[in-house]
């Protein structure tokens, strides 16, 4: 945030973010049906440029703007859901975040136009600064290297059973990992995003900034502490003081930390309900070098290179733990080592 808190969000920024929207619409033609959400939170130029950009390809687009929901992973509103559905892809450019697990996410991706699941880009949280000069600016040939990173990670995670996640500022966690189809992880974030696929034609899924691989554990297996030192989802912003989780079988069972612990726990108790407690989220470690330290915005550090998030509530691989709110925080440097013999990752350099 630091341009931003420069300089403002100029509308001649216009100019450098038509830019940064190339390679994820590069696969966009004449007649695909694209919704975008988003809220009055929202930088407008950001829309506007995506808007600029799917017009000039010959897309049919809308945009469907709505007050800021209430809380992270909230639904959008009810009639934009009924606009989602007839599009081939909805982008997601809304200041709360979205997971798939919501009522609204799954009728889209189940009921959108066309066979098979409707994509839906998330691109929440974004702003100028994320996508010109952090991981939004990646080229084709740094997200192809991305891609094969992951799907080596992927490899590792989908032969493993235990996982050992720790950091220098006091995460020390296990959980049991097993339990995905064969090679499932390997396939899934080895993937160029923002492919046709060649036999239906449709365009398939993606984020923006580009780069994350994660693995969901089984529900109740995850025990240790994961400290929260950079930010999360809530409160916004990047934090003053860590937050900890201590996690007994899956579980959280205690947030101990200062201010920002406090509003943790406060928006888990306005927000969430019983299964918000729960491990059901994900372990994710980014992998865009582009993506800078310190933004304190989840959109980015959520794909920096080395940093994990980790969520608790909703795990959306496996279906198993669903909940109302799901909310992620992010551990800076990770070292991560599967079965005690692969190490993934050390202090956030990874070694796959
Ligand atoms: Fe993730």
């Known amino acids: 945030m630091e341009m931003i808190s420069r300089y403002g969000t100029p509308t001649t920024r216009l100019i450098s973010l038509l830019k940064c929207l190339k390679y994820p619409l590069r696969n966009v033609r004449e007649g695909d049906k ?62 709360t975040a979205l997971n798939s697990g919501t009522p609204g996410l799954r009728q889209i991706r189940s009921e959108g136009s066309g066979k098979g ?57 296990v959980a049991d990992i097993s339990g995905y189809p064969p090679g499932a992880l390997a396939r899934r974030w080895g993937e160029i995003p923002y492919e046709r696929n060649p036999e239906t034609g449709r365009l398939g899924s993606g984020t923006w900034p580009f780069g994350e691989v994660h693995v969901e554990p089984l529900p109740d297996t995850a025990n240790g502490v994961v400290v929260w030192d950079q930010t999360g989802h809530f409160p916004p912003g ?42 059901g989220g994900e372990i994710a470690i980014g992998t865009n070098r582009r993506c800078l330290p310190y933004t304190g915005c989840m959109r980015s550090e959520k794909k920096r290179y080395g940093a994990m998030h980790f969520g608790i509530g909703h795990g959306a691989d496996r279906g198993l733990v669903n909940s109302r709110l799901r909310l992620e925080g992010i551990v800076d440097r990770v070292t991560i080592v599967v079965d005690g013999k692969h190490t993934v990752a050390r202090d956030g350099e990874i070694l796959v």
């Open 117 to 173: 699941k409707t994509p839906v880009w998330l691109w929440e949280e974004m702003n100028q600064e994320i996508l010109i000069e952090g991981g939004g600016a990646a080229t084709a040939a740094e997200v192809a290297e991305m891609c094969d990173i992951q799907r080596r990670i992927g490899e590792i995670y989908d032969n493993g059973k235990r996982i050992h996640v720790t950091s220098s500022a006091g995460t020390d966690l």
């Open 238 to 279: 990047q934090w003053q003081q860590p937050v900890r989780l201590q996690i007994e079988n899956g579980r959280v069972v205690d947030i101990g930390g200062g201010h920002e612990a406090r509003e943790v726990r406060q928006y888990l108790e306005r927000y969430g309900d019983e299964n918000s407690w729960r491990v």
């Open 34 to 95: 694209f919704v975008i959400l988003t809220d009055d939170q929202m930088d407008p130029l950001i829309w506007q440029a995506t808007m600029a950009v799917l017009n000039s390809c010959g897309a049919e687009s809308l945009l469907c703007l709505y007050p800021q929901r209430s809380y992270h992973c909230a639904d959008p509103s009810p009639l934009a859901i009924g606009a989602a559905k007839g599009a081939d892809v909805v982008i997601a450019l809304t200041t």
